[in-house]
């Protein structure tokens, strides 16, 4: 299983840009990066998903180099309520099932007024 | 996205009784989930996989029979906390699958506290 780091927390101010960074050196050639939201006592929130270059959604963007060994997750003109934990995630499909994910520490996001 | 819930939300236990907690996946079938337990101020730790006519996967050091499930049908797979303790209070998370998309994309349930008193 293919294993993360992350920052362990980040601050930033309303309406600035943020950029989390993951490193997954060991990630497989059939894997897929994710990155999930968590609010305290409520399940990971899926936020986007990416295997390489880069993928943006209406929440969020996804830069994948071309090693494919980091990924950074950009959240533009973060608000109060983007405050949360972000894990970053690697996995896929393997004998036609989903595999396992093994979820690293998370980053602490907290947004400042 | 696809959903999927969890019941009970919430619930709290006398020390030595079994708790039942169900996963549901409501817009799509799912062969196989997973359960996860998270301690306060902790990262998610997978407890098992549970597969849909067949025995579930425990991860290393998780009792299997204390930890009792069963995935019954392709939209539901259930947690049984067997002679619970306080030991055993955290939150539980589940997780599935829809299908075969290849980025393995799991959506989870929105948790289950339990309290053993």
């Known amino acids: 299983l293919a294993k993360t780091t992350q920052p362990i927390s980040m601050d930033s101010y309303e309406g600035q840009e943020v950029n989390i960074t993951c490193s997954h050196n060991?990630?497989?050639?059939?894997?897929?990066i994710t990155w999930y939201q968590q609010f305290p006592s409520q399940g990971p929130r899926f936020i986007i998903q990416?295997?390489?270059t880069k993928v943006t959604n209406e929440v969020a963007s996804l830069f994948i180099p071309a090693d494919r060994k980091s990924s950074t997750l950009s959240l533009p003109r973060v608000s109060l309520s983007d405050t949360a934990v972000y894990y970053c995630?690697?996995?896929?499909?393997?004998?036609?099932?989903?595999?396992?994910?093994?979820f690293g520490s998370g980053t602490q996001l907290t947004v400042l007024p | 996205g696809a959903v999927v819930s969890q019941h009970p939300s919430r619930v709290i236990c006398k020390s030595g009784t079994s708790v039942k907690i169900e996963c549901r996946s409501l817009?799509?079938?799912?062969?196989?989930m997973f359960w996860y337990r998270q301690f306060p101020k902790q990262s998610l730790m997978l407890m098992a996989t549970?597969?849909?006519?067949?025995?579930?996967?425990?991860e290393q050091g998780v009792e299997k029979d204390k930890f009792l499930i069963n995935h019954a049908s392709l939209t539901l797979s259930t947690l049984t906390v067997t002679s619970a303790h306080p030991e055993d209070s955290s939150f539980y998370i589940c997780?599935?699958?829809?299908?075969?998309?290849?980025?393995?994309?799991?959506?989870f349930g929105p948790g289950t506290r339990l309290t053993v008193l």
């Open positions: 060991n990630i497989a050639t059939n894997d897929y």
């Open positions: 995630l690697v996995g896929g499909i393997s004998s036609g099932s989903a595999r396992q994910l093994t």
């Open positions: 817009d799509f079938q799912a062969t196989t």
């Open positions: 549970s597969n849909e006519g067949s025995k579930a996967t425990y």
């Open positions: 997780s599935a699958p829809p299908g075969l998309a290849a980025g393995g994309t799991q959506y």
């Open positions: 990416g295997y390489k």
